[in-house]
């Protein structure tokens, strides 16, 4: 039973995380119908810049912070929008998803080449004190993760909710067309939702730095999992995505203990074939229909 | 037309919702063979939610739609096509990336054979022959070859009709079919269908413009709020008050 | 008539290519080829009939692992060849049917389980496959004393498929299906309105799609002579979606530029130490924003200023 409850505490803390990068990633999707492949990379550069700012550079870390969300929602967002998605958004889906195929690639190389192949450690941000509850020990990380996420994620669900700025959103992602014509201006909106993604990202990436340690490559198991998240949650609802995401985390951290290796990733593959067969608008999705 | 016999499209306490809204309530309407009916109604009141869901585009949420005395109820919009239903839509929906010829040629090759026939049968000269005929009834000759995002809004009307008739069906429903549509046009698209219901083919005709539907259909069926209000000659429908109230009333 | 000549110039080069060619140079062209036959099928899936298709290294893996499985037990390349294209087949129609209920996003979300779980197969089934050991040595085609094991015999036998497949797909395209499938892409409810059984004709862009896939992997086999897991990751199914995008989907052209581009680049591209992949994905990027539409523009655009003629296939 502690294990049961261990386990439980270890898998929504990691799964809040995906939860963020799949919330962002489904942001993208329903404001724009942009499927951001780098999404993982996107997650990469700001725990890099993290690096340089706190590790490198030793700045207190909440300024490494803001600095690494300012450079993250200027680059990741603010650039990437400007120079990729308004020439190629026209085209349809799939220019746009190259696009992002190439810089998830250019983002991860160069990486690679111009800074380090090697994994570089990351200081826990939280500490890593275990916490006894009677039999069951967490650890202060996990708890924290899971409060810090929440915050965020609570507070973007009233930025959505309660704002003009987030109503313009859902208008949008609802009906681009209609919103444009009762006067928001969708183009500066879908930038702020790409600063807004980015910045999510930057969250994420603070907060998994210190458990998956920082390479070049981390990018593309992130990035999965933000995709597992979404298509199992639901595409079409932020809930989803946050579901999705804790309840990847969860599973994976599970099979992790109970399953063997060579099994455990087909085990999430199944759970993912299955949710696609039986409720194929994901779990907290809603069905589109044609006319 | 003899009393008595099988109505062609038998429509019966069709029902359809979407999620809470309700845009059809125990709607029943028939068809008899070389009718020209007319289905008027306020803006949302279910007509092309009705076509929808006869078409197969929808799944009714109640009720049996029944074609030729067999039930199509559910049917995929491709078996009711082959059973000879045909339609144009309010919203222009052609193949844009395809020519006026091709558009048509597409609209006769999944009617009738198999698959497999349609793989290996290339030689499409009756069809084609079909086509340019069809073409030269809709004066629209000199843009065979054009591509269907060339032409202007009344020759995409236009198009679509033609492409409502390619197949040779039994059941023609024209979705607002003079919409946009300059008076020219409009008198010799009513002209069109006055002839080819003189040769037997069947309509029903959703539109706004009263002077054609009044014109043009011999019975007339008025939906409001996703339910029948009124049903019977131009005359009678003309007269009804229930009718100007829904048009105009509050 | 000016594509027939360019056509025929294409075939001719081929022809000669391995007179001039060395070695290694040869080995870039043949695996072309073979990407060329892989790319032609994953466009008439995705460029033709607009189905998103991630998992096509799977059904390539199909091809190779029949042909490298049964090779050792003296069965005929083409039989295994035949086998493999056979398990494709009915495995793309498998996969035509979430094609069914599902779109875009989410029907690339189950190709792309597809692919991981053919991966996992492969690398757990171990008796079958080898796992991640792979299996090495896979024979060469040989027609009695004729042996395609030297490397330019080998060559002008994948030549001789490449044009069995450029050939059927042209075949196919220009047919009722071909415009069934431009029907679908452009306008899928309107095609079903028009009497096109989306079930039969997606569950067909599919498994065509996954067949020719299928000769791909077979002829893959022999030519690298050594396969495992590894190279039919999602990676690989990737590499194809670019080539075809890159190309220019939905054109017949499409996967000839494609695959050229996207094989051929990153040798050419080699002397840069390291540097290559950055270049290479800077290129991408560049090539999507300059020519969404894919490269078959350029091409487009030389034809047009010799007088060329119409888009090739067109059914009128």
């Not at chain 1, 949650?233 to 989803?240: E, P």
Request: one cysteine or more; aromatic letters at 10%.
């Amino acid at each position: 039973m502690t294990d049961v409850v261990q386990l439980f505490v270890a898998g929504v803390s990691i799964g809040a995380i995906y939860a963020m990068a799949a919330i962002g990633f489904v942001l993208l999707w329903q404001t724009s119908n942009t499927i951001n492949f780098a999404q993982g990379e996107f997650v990469v550069v700001p725990a890099f810049a993290m690096v340089l700012f706190f590790v490198v550079w030793k700045l207190p870390f909440a300024a490494a912070f803001l600095a690494t969300v300012l450079v993250s929602t200027v680059l990741l967002g603010l650039v990437v929008k400007e120079a990729l998605v308004n020439r190629l958004l026209k085209m349809g889906v799939l220019p746009l998803v190259i696009a992002t195929i190439g810089l998830s690639l250019l983002i991860r190389y160069s990486l690679q080449q111009f800074w380090t192949p090697l994994a570089l450690p990351f200081p826990a941000v939280f500490s890593r004190e275990p916490i006894r509850l009677g039999t069951i020990i967490l650890s202060w990380e996990e708890l924290m993760n899971v409060l810090f996420a929440g915050v965020v994620i609570g507070l973007l669900h009233l930025f959505i909710t309660r704002t003009k700025l987030g109503w313009a959103m859902q208008a949008v992602a609802q009906n681009r067309n209609l919103a444009s014509v009762l006067g928001i201006r969708v183009s500066r909106l879908v930038t702020m939702t790409f600063m807004l993604n980015a910045a999510l990202t930057a969250v994420a990436a603070v907060l998994i730095a210190p458990i998956y340690l920082v390479k070049y490559d981390i990018g593309v198991a992130i990035g999965l999992k933000a995709f597992y998240a979404a298509i199992i949650g639901g595409f079409n609802q932020i809930r989803g995505a946050l579901l999705g995401g804790l309840l990847v985390g969860v599973v994976e951290t599970f099979s992790a203990a109970y399953i063997s290796s060579h099994f455990r990733d087909a085990f999430a593959l199944v759970i993912l074939i299955a949710v696609l067969l039986l409720k194929p608008e994901g779990l907290w999705g809603e069905k589109e229909e044609w006319a | 037309m003899t009393p008595g016999a099988a109505p062609l499209l038998d429509v019966r306490d069709l029902s359809k919702h979407f999620y809470r809204l309700s845009a059809l309530t125990g709607v029943s309407v028939t068809v008899e063979p070389g009718e020209l009916l007319g289905l008027i109604g306020p803006n949302g009141s279910g007509k092309t939610t009705l076509f929808n869901c006869v078409t197969g585009v929808l799944q009714p949420s109640l009720g049996r739609v029944a074609f030729k005395g067999e039930d199509i109820t559910g049917l995929t919009p491709d078996h009711v096509y082959r059973r000879g239903v045909s339609r144009t839509f309010q919203l222009i929906q052609l193949f844009s990336e395809m020519t006026v010829l091709e558009n048509l040629l597409m609209a006769a090759q999944e009617r009738r054979g198999t698959m497999l026939r349609r793989l290996f049968r290339r030689a499409e000269s009756e069809e084609r022959e079909r086509a340019l005929r069809l073409l030269d009834f809709l004066k629209l000759t000199h843009v065979t070859n054009n591509l269907a995002s060339d032409l202007s809004y009344g020759q995409q009307k236009l198009l679509d009709f033609g492409m409502a008739l390619m197949p040779e069906p039994e059941i023609v429903l024209l979705d607002e079919p003079m919409a946009g549509l300059n008076p020219t046009i409009i008198r010799s698209l009513v002209e069109h269908i006055r002839e080819l219901n003189a040769r037997g083919y069947t309509f029903v005709v959703i539109e706004h413009n009263m002077e054609v539907v009044m014109s043009l259909c011999r019975r007339i069926v008025v939906l409001s709020q996703g339910e029948k209000i009124a049903e019977g000659a131009p005359s009678e429908i003309h007269a009804n008050a229930r009718v100007m109230d829904a048009y105009f009333g509050g | 008539m000016r594509r027939w000549l360019a056509l025929a110039a294409g075939v001719g080069i081929c022809a000669l290519a391995p007179l001039v060619l060395e070695q290694y140079k040869l080995y870039i062209l043949s695996l072309t080829l073979v990407y060329l036959i892989l790319a032609i099928g994953l466009n008439l899936t995705l460029g033709y009939a607009g189905q998103i298709s991630l998992c096509h290294a799977a059904f390539m893996s199909f091809g190779s692992y029949a042909v490298a499985v049964l090779a050792p037990y003296g069965v005929p390349f083409e039989i295994g060849l035949i086998v493999g294209v056979t398990l494709a087949f009915g495995w793309g129609l498998v996969l035509g049917f979430p094609a069914l209920k599902v779109k875009h996003h989410y029907l690339a979300m189950v190709t792309l389980a597809f692919n991981i779980i053919a991966f996992l197969v492969i690398r757990n089934w171990e008796s079958l496959t080898g796992g991640s050991y792979g299996i090495s040595n896979i024979a060469r085609p040989a027609w009695g004393r004729l042996s395609f094991q030297s490397d330019r015999a080998y060559y002008f036998y994948i030549l001789g498929w490449t044009a069995v497949v450029v050939a059927s797909a042209y075949w196919i395209l220009t047919s009722r299906w071909g415009r069934a499938f431009r029907a679908i892409r452009e306008n899928e409810m309107r095609a079903a309105v028009v009497g096109v059984s989306l079930r039969n004709y997606k569950l067909m862009a599919f498994a065509i799609g996954a067949a020719y896939a299928g000769v791909g992997g077979a002829l893959f086999a022999p030519l690298v002579a050594y396969i495992d897991p590894g190279a039919f990751t999602l990676d690989r199914s990737i590499q194809f979606l670019m080539m075809v995008v890159m190309g220019g989907l939905g054109r017949f052209e499409g996967p000839f530029i494609g695959a050229a581009v996207v094989t051929i680049l990153p040798e050419a591209l080699r002397g840069s130490e390291g540097l290559y992949l950055i270049i290479y994905s800077l290129a991408v990027i560049l090539m999507m924003l300059f020519m969404p539409k894919g490269l078959v523009g350029i091409w487009d655009g030389a034809v047009g200023w010799l007088g060329g003629g119409k888009e090739v296939p067109s059914t009128s």
